[in-house]
Structure formats: C-alpha cells, structure tokens
C-alpha cells in the first residue's frame, strides 16, 4: 500500500536529506548520476511528456534591484527597453497563439521590485483572469507580493507563482544587493497562504560552487512544502550586466543539476530553463532522460533568445517526446 502511494507522490527524497549526501550524490560519476534520475523519474511521471510553457514579458526593463545576472536591471547599461505594461487584449492574443502552439502554460513576467496596489495590478488581474478562461495553467512572476496581493491572485485564478531563490543564501548576497533572501522566502510563503502551486529554482553559472547550486536545493528541502516547480536556469550571460564575462556552463554541469533536482524532489516539475540556446540536441536528450519535464517554448524568453518553436518541435519528433496536453494539467484543479 505504501509503495502504491509513493509511485503517486514523494515531496522530497527522505535518501538524500543533508548538504553532505545532496553533494555527493551531485558529483556520482555522470552516467550513474543520470541512471538513479531517469529511474525514479519515469516511476512519478509520463517520461514521454515535456510540458511547452511560454514567457510573456508583460512590462520590460527599468527594473529598481541589481540582481546582477539581469538585463532588465534599471542599475546596467544593457540595451533593453522600457516598456510599459502591456494591454489585456495583446496578452490574451499572444496567450491564444502561444496555445495554438501546444503551450499549456502561460509564464507572465514582470520587471518590478514587488507589486504595487495600482491601475497596473489590477490589470495584471484581469490577464490572470483572462487566461484562466483560456483553460491554460496561468503562472506569474511579478516581484515581492504580500500575502493580501497573492490572494488577489488566487481568486482571479492563478495557478502558479514563480520566485527563484537562485542560489544558497550564501552566494545570493554576492549577486543581489537590493533585497535579502528573507524577502524572497517571505513571498513563496505568501504564495503559499493564498494556495498558490510555488515553482522557484535558480540559476547556474554565475560563478558558485557546486556547495551553493546544492545548499539552493537544500533551501527548499527546508521548506514544509517544496515547489512543485523547480526552474533550473544557465546564466545567458548579458553584455553590460556585471556578469557578462561568465564563462558559459558546461552542459555536463546542467545535466548533473537537473539529475540532482529530479532525484531530490521526485513528484515536482523540473524545468529546463534559460540557456538552452547554447546546448545541443544531445545534451538537452541527457536533461530529459534525467528529469526535466518542461521548457520555455518561442523564441524569446524574457529579454533574450530560446531555441525557435520548429528547432523543439524537431528536437520532440527525434526524442519522440510530446508536449504535455493542456487538460492533463488542468483537469485535477477544475474538478
Ligand atoms: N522581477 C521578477 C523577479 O525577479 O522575480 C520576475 C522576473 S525575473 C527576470 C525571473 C527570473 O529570471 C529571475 O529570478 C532569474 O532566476 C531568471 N533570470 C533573469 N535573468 C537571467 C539570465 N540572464 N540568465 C538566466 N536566468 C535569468
Ligand atoms: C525562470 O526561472 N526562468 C524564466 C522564468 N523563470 C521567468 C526567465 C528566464 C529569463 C532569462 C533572461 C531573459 O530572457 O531576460
Ligand atoms: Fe531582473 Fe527580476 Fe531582479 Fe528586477 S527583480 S532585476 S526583473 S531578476
């Protein structure tokens, strides 16, 4: 009866419950590394189904932290522009488009610090609401939002909030100066309170330790309920941000993360980020074996490219991988 219960759900790996054992694990010769990953995968998901997500970057740049892994950053000379929030209606006509294409989940993504109580969140609700109807999982990443903010979210139908914490605490104080890492827990909990699904990952690359990409996942080990999202990003290393000059991460250092997500958080969803662009067919196929079961789908990300949709769909066919249908993801909720 248990092992029936388990094949449904594990929330986290009681096996790999210290920095110590999450290390080691990381650093298991690769290929054992991603036989351990693939095996528990396919016992807690469809190993055949990669869920297509699509960015919207509903309002660009200008943005006031110093995160320094991004372009929005108002702090960096970078060349991206500002731009105003977008309108409901060319959101609900790039969220059709982006369904038509096989997406079943819409990503908005704003450049602000935290929410503000204005015009612009109130239409912020209205998309939310406007995507809901499209029978697509609505997710948000918007900055620091309070608890009354996220409930706003939750009644308008949102179903999923995004808030990396993108390293240990440790290495999070070298890259960000603006807001501290409480801040980022303090918004995940709010999330949390409204019964918002949590998906927050990080980002690889910028320069850490394998200590810090593993006391990240440590970080949400820590919490009472892990994000059922775990974006696993590679630095897209943006001229005029204060970490142009990373050297690109190995693909070999991707698949070991993603693995290592995968084993330590079996039932969740891990998501092949930014940086796919720089990788091979090959490497993203060691990914998927490995674990992840999403990708951002379109050519653009936020403000920088994504392998087109064709490339994927090739990528797919060759893999023999499916895009996750829309009403597997949704039918659990509306019933
Ligand atoms: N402003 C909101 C926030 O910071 O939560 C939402 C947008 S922000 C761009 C979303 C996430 O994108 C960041 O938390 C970070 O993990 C990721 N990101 C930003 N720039 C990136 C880059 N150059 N390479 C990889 N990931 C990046
Ligand atoms: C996440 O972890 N990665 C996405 C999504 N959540 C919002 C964003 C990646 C952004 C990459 C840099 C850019 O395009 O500006
Ligand atoms: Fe970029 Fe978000 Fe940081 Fe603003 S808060 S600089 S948009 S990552």
Known sequence: MIIFVQNFFMKVNPDYNTQDKLEALYQKPLLDLVYEAASLHRQFHNAREVQLSTLINIKSGGCSEDCGYCPQSVKYDTGVGVHKLMSVDSVIEQAKKAKANG????????????????????????????????????????????????????????????????????????????????????????????????????????????????????????????????????????????????????????????????????SSQVRLSAGRSQMSVEAQ???????????????????TPNPDYNEDMEMFKILGLSPKEITQTLSVEKK
Not at 164 to 173: A, H, M, Q
Not at 224 to 237: C, D, G, K, M, Q
Not at 248 to 262: D, G, H, K, L
Request: a negative charge; glycine letters at 6%.
């Open 103 to 266: 997406s079943s989940r819409l990503c908005m993504g704003a450049a602000w610090r935290e929410v503000r109580n204005n015009k612009d969140f109130d239409n912020v609700i209205e998309m939310v609401r406007a995507v809901n109807d499209l029978e697509m999982e609505v997710c948000c990443t918007l900055g620091m939002i309070t608890e009354e903010q996220a409930f706003r979210l939750k009644e308008a139908g949102l179903h999923a909030y995004n808030h990396n914490l993108d390293s240990s605490e440790d290495f999070y104080k070298d890259i960000i100066s603006t807001r501290t890492y409480q801040d980022r827990l303090n918004t995940i909990d709010n999330a949390r309170k409204a019964g918002i699904s949590v998906c927050s990952g990080g980002i690889i690359g910028m320069g850490e330790r394998v200590e810090d990409r593993i006391g990240l996942l440590m970080s949400y080990r820590k919490m009472e309920n892990p994000p059922e999202s775990i974006p696993i990003n590679a630095l897209v290393a943006v001229e005029g941000t204060p970490l142009e000059n990373e050297k690109p991460v190995s693909s070999w250092e991707i698949i070991r993360m993603i693995a290592t997500t995968r084993i330590c958080f079996p």
């Open 285 to 303: 196929a060691l990914c998927f074996l490995a674990g992840a079961n999403s990708i951002f789908a379109g050519e653009k990300l936020l403000t």
